[in-house]
């Protein structure tokens, strides 16, 4: 599983393949980056939002709100092809191409051998997944919502039978709880649930 250079696609996928042709490796510098701590990784491109609107033919949006300046592009995976792309804005406001397929999907921070007995980490979030592979040097990919966790673990699963998967569980505000969609992602596939502990 390949996560720099080419993008195999499936031929319906045509307006994420352009984007990826059009962008240029992520950038140390890009606020949201910066923001989290994090560092880019081959698998993480950016292109100026302008540049995805004229390729796509819409300003990409987040809860109503369009997305502004530098947009980090995480392709997703479904299947070992690139089916459609999370663009993260500046701010973080963050938005899916529209049309492409998400369900099973994840976004790898580096190559994921298939043939891997060691754990791969499976986080909600580009950054967590980033800063998971950072801290670790662990193979990580991130779900792209919580409500994707259960069907991107299954799909690595599936993929490397073999492995340890882990569970990055956000915890929930109001309680400190994990939350019960990491709960359940870990209980489906027989993964391990880290919940994060920050303390009082």
Same mark, same amino acid.
């Given at each position: 599983?390949?996560?720099?250079?080419?993008?195999?696609?499936?031929?319906?996928?045509?307006?994420?393949?352009? &984007? &990826?042709?059009?962008?240029?490796? *992520?950038? $140390?510098?890009?606020?949201?980056?910066?923001?989290?701590?994090?560092?880019?990784?081959?698998?993480?491109? +950016?292109?100026?939002? =302008? =540049?995805?609107?004229?390729?796509?033919?819409?300003? $990409?949006?987040?809860?109503?709100?369009?997305?502004?300046?530098?947009?980090?592009?995480?392709?997703?995976?479904?299947?070992?092809?690139?089916?459609?792309?999370?663009?993260? =804005?500046?701010?973080?406001?963050?938005?899916?191409?529209?049309?492409?397929?998400?369900?099973?999907?994840?976004?790898?921070? @580096?190559?994921?051998?298939?043939?891997?007995?060691?754990?791969?980490?499976?986080?909600?979030?580009?950054?967590?997944?980033?800063? *998971?592979? +950072? *801290?670790?040097?662990? $193979?990580?990919?991130?779900?792209?919502?919580?409500?994707?966790? +259960?069907?991107? *673990?299954?799909?690595?699963?599936?993929? @490397?039978?073999?492995?340890?998967?882990?569970?990055?569980?956000?915890?929930?505000?109001?309680?400190? +709880?994990?939350?019960?969609?990491?709960?359940?992602?870990?209980?489906?596939?027989?993964?391990?649930?880290?919940?994060?502990?920050?303390?009082?």
């Amino acid at each position: 599983m390949s996560s720099g250079g080419q993008f195999p696609r499936s031929p319906d996928t045509s307006k994420a393949g352009a &984007l &990826l042709e059009a962008a240029s490796p *992520a950038r $140390p510098d890009h606020p949201y980056l910066k923001r989290k701590g994090v560092a880019p990784v081959d698998a993480l491109r +950016e292109l100026h939002v =302008d =540049d995805v609107a004229r390729i796509i033919g819409y300003r $990409p949006k987040a809860n109503g709100e369009p997305l502004m300046g530098r947009a980090l592009l995480a392709p997703v995976r479904v299947d070992d092809a690139v089916s459609t792309v999370e663009m993260i =804005d500046e701010s973080g406001r963050k938005s899916a191409l529209a049309g492409g397929a998400k369900r099973g999907g994840y976004w790898p921070a @580096c190559d994921v051998p298939t043939a891997a007995g060691g754990p791969v980490l499976i986080a909600e979030g580009v950054a967590t997944a980033l800063s *998971a592979h +950072e *801290a670790t040097g662990v $193979p990580a990919v991130a779900a792209l919502s919580a409500g994707q966790l +259960e069907a991107a *673990a299954r799909s690595i699963r599936s993929r @490397c039978p073999d492995a340890r998967l882990v569970i990055l569980a956000d915890v929930l505000k109001d309680t400190g +709880e994990p939350d019960p969609r990491a709960v359940d992602a870990a209980r489906a596939v027989g993964a391990v649930l880290a919940v994060p502990d920050f303390g009082p």
